[in-house]
């Protein structure tokens, strides 16, 4: 009996390939690492089909319309992270996760 791709493809690299849809990419659910940069992804609705991914924790995603907006106004890695609060890495820099108030008062 073979096993789909799906579930046992831990890293996965798609850079320059012209892909503005992820439809499909939740059955990747061993997928640990995605380099995808350079690509057509300018949706944030595309951009959640990620958080599907229960392993994701390094993903390169500069050169996406998406990311390159984000930049250019400063606010990327803290809504790419917010969105994928799983990332150790986004876009070749270790996410620093600031220790969260889990106190009432928000």
């Known amino acids: 009996m073979c096993e789909a791709v799906g579930d046992t493809l831990e890293e996965l690299w798609i850079s320059y390939n012209l892909i503005e849809k992820l439809r499909g990419i939740n059955d990747m659910k061993k997928l640990k690492v995605l380099y995808m940069s350079n690509n057509l992804v300018k949706e944030w ?49 270790p996410v620093i996760k600031e220790e969260e108030d889990t106190g009432g008062d928000s």
Request: glycine share 6%.
């Open 45 to 93: 609705a595309e951009f959640v089909k990620l958080a599907d991914l229960p392993c994701l924790v390094d993903l390169v995603f500069v050169g996406n319309p998406l990311e390159e907006k984000h930049s250019a106004e400063g606010t990327w890695m803290d809504e790419a992270c917010k969105r994928l609060p799983k990332l150790k890495k986004l876009d070749g820099t």
